[in-house]
């Protein structure tokens, strides 16, 4: 069995939390290690819409997805990430939602975000092909959209370039105690290990409250301008929060490449990655609703991912409850793209013993979360 050199950090996973948490911690002067079995964004972040918004469900929610998009656009990325300020706009299809649409302006004008209502005429121009009858929409002109796998890709190789060193190809089979056992044989040893592995890491730390959340994507042929904000449906948080039945809602992305990108849905105790055909026709009918030609557009590609999702919605970041050399980077749901580079630099602050740029006890593994 070989032994690798010891390293201050070693992390199991290189999709975007693993690849930025890398980063972070290469950029402080650290010795860093990552194991990555596949190519850096495979698993769930080359399955994700790569949405980065600004939520308000909770404080703690967006305390870290603000400080995430903040830190998003001041990140220099290739344009081949595709990174784009196109701004969301939360679709109000009634009265009562107008009116949530408002409260929810309110409460991020009060925290320091854009956000701007528009009128029912001011929607249609912004985006001509909805279905008539909406009741207005609220604008959050600082959300972006980004392709996820290209920006872990370009993050990861900036790693390396700092020194970071890749274990490309390998598994992680044991983590714990400062030492990482990988199917190579090899053992990575290091002062603190970060798990970021999403809805895999009960594999290795089956004791965590993680559980797999399947959604569905659709990518269309290339239709310029068609959409040009990420466009959900208010009713989506219903969906997002449902934690007993399985939901679908209305949430499409403009691609730079001029395709859309269509969702969602949500399913536990789905262990297969295969499509589901009934969920898929809930979920395109309830695009249709909102955006009627949906339905004559081209798809090209339909696929699945595992979200890593918790009791309380909020991600595990911080030291393990059974393992002092153990950080927990994942159950970050469906706003791992999102909270990554947020995420990242809590681990950095924890692994330099330095304090956090916001509070890091919501996500701390040792918190209470109601079932």
Request: proline share 5%; aromatic share 6%.
């Amino acid at each position: 069995m070989t032994t690798a050199s010891e390293f201050d950090v070693a992390i199991a996973g290189g999709g975007i939390v693993g690849c930025t948490c890398a980063l972070a911690c290469a950029q402080r002067g650290l010795r860093v290690a990552i194991v990555e079995r596949d190519t850096w964004g495979s698993g769930a972040t080359a399955a994700g819409m790569g949405h980065i918004v600004v939520m308000d469900d909770s404080e703690a929610q967006f305390a870290l997805t603000r400080y995430s998009q903040q830190l998003w656009s001041a990140m220099d990325l290739p344009a081949a990430a595709e990174y784009e300020q196109t701004g969301t706009l939360w679709i109000a299809a009634d009265k009562d939602e107008l009116e949530a649409a408002e409260r929810k302006q309110a409460w991020y004008t009060a925290r320091g975000v854009p956000a701007h209502m528009l009128t029912v005429h001011e929607l249609y121009e912004a985006e001509k092909h909805l279905a008539p009858g909406l009741a207005g929409a609220l604008l959050i002109p600082e959300d972006g959209v980004i392709y996820p796998p290209v920006a872990a890709l370009a993050l990861g190789q900036r790693a390396e370039a700092l020194g970071a060193k890749r274990f490309a190809g390998r598994e992680v089979k044991a983590i714990g105690a400062g030492r990482m056992e990988l199917n190579s044989g090899e053992t990575v040893l290091a002062t603190r290990l970060v798990l970021a592995l999403g809805a895999e890491s009960t594999h290795l730390a089956p004791h965590i409250a993680v559980r797999k959340r399947k959604g569905h994507l659709v990518i269309t042929d290339r239709y310029p301008g068609y959409v040009r904000h990420q466009l959900v449906e208010l009713g989506y948080l219903k969906s997002a929060h449902s934690m007993g039945s399985d939901s679908v809602a209305f949430n499409v992305q403009p691609r730079k490449t001029g395709q859309l990108l269509i969702g969602s849905s949500r399913q536990f105790d789905a262990e297969y990655a295969e499509v589901d055909h009934s969920i898929l026709t809930a979920m395109l009918a309830r695009a249709a609703i909102y955006l009627p030609g949906v339905a004559q557009l081209n798809a090209l590609r339909v696929w699945t991912g595992f979200r890593a999702a918790t009791p309380d919605k909020l991600p595990l970041i911080g030291q393990d409850t059974q393992d002092p050399t153990l950080l927990l980077a994942t159950g970050h749901e469906g706003l791992g793209i999102t909270t990554s580079l947020a995420t990242a630099e809590m681990i950095a602050d924890l692994v330099t013993g330095q304090p956090t740029q916001i509070p890091l006890d919501p996500y701390h593994p040792s918190r209470a979360m109601a079932a």
